[in-house]
């Protein structure tokens, strides 16, 4: 074997090593939300005030409350008319316009905005912020939809007695188990845990599957020829 082969090869290796590497951590992922469906039903905290029978499921620090926000406007259009000057300050001069103005102010488009940062808690019957000026209610009651932006790291909620989302900012690195607690707390909700672990064994059946095969190794449907 040449050293250009050797060399291709031990890329290979290494390659397949990375992405046996992530899988296994994928497997260990799943295997411990489904642990965690079958075993966990919440618990107490002192750090919010819970409903009776209310259970936390998870809580997220240093989360930010997004509301939209317009964005820079103009004015566009022109003027007619003519300016004079009525003082002098500093040896510029201050002029006043006489005439009419033809045109019209263009509002900026709507700009997310962090308006404010806290805690972020998640039970079996609600989401609730609670920042250092604002506070947020999400009661599964009253839930229509919502929405995870994965580029974002964020939930968009929308509820029945409110016109805007409530969304919060939470970051991407937190996301992954943002969502599988606010799913499992709301299974719990919804009397659905037996089919959120259907759903999560039938994930880990089909990413077993998957596993990395290492280049040029045999496998038992490798047929040899003499």
């Not at 082969?5 to 489904?34: G, V």
């Not at 201050?94 to 808690?121: C, L, M, N, Q, W």
């Not at 037996?194 to 496998?219: F, Y």
Request: charged letters at 20%.
């Amino acid at each position: 074997m040449g050293w250009l082969e050797e060399r291709r090869q031990k890329k290979a290796e290494e390659a397949y090593q990375s992405e046996l590497t992530k899988w296994q951590n994928q497997i260990d992922n799943l295997s411990a939300c489904i642990k965690l469906a079958q075993t966990f039903n919440g618990e107490q905290s002192d750090q919010i005030i819970l409903h009776s029978g209310e259970a936390l499921y998870f809580y997220v620090t240093n989360c930010s409350l997004i509301e939209e926000r317009a964005g820079p406007g103009h004015w566009t259009g022109k003027s007619s008319g003519f300016s004079i000057p009525v003082a002098h300050i500093d040896g510029s001069a201050i002029r006043y316009r006489i005439g009419a103005s033809k045109g019209h102010f263009e509002s900026g488009e709507p700009v997310e905005k962090a308006i404010d940062s806290g805690t972020t808690f998640i039970t079996d019957t609600r989401v609730v912020y609670q920042g250092e000026n604002q506070t947020r209610e999400i009661d599964y009651s009253k839930l229509i939809a919502y929405n995870h932006d994965q580029q974002k790291g964020e939930t968009s909620f929308s509820l029945s007695n409110r016109q805007k989302p409530i969304t919060i900012h939470y970051g991407i690195n937190v996301m992954p188990a943002f969502v599988f607690r606010l799913s499992l707390a709301m299974s719990h909700y919804k009397n659905s845990v037996p089919q959120l672990i259907q759903q999560l064994e039938q994930s880990l059946s089909k990413l077993q599957q998957t596993k990395p095969v290492l280049p040029n190794s045999t496998n038992d449907n490798q047929v040899v020829r003499e």
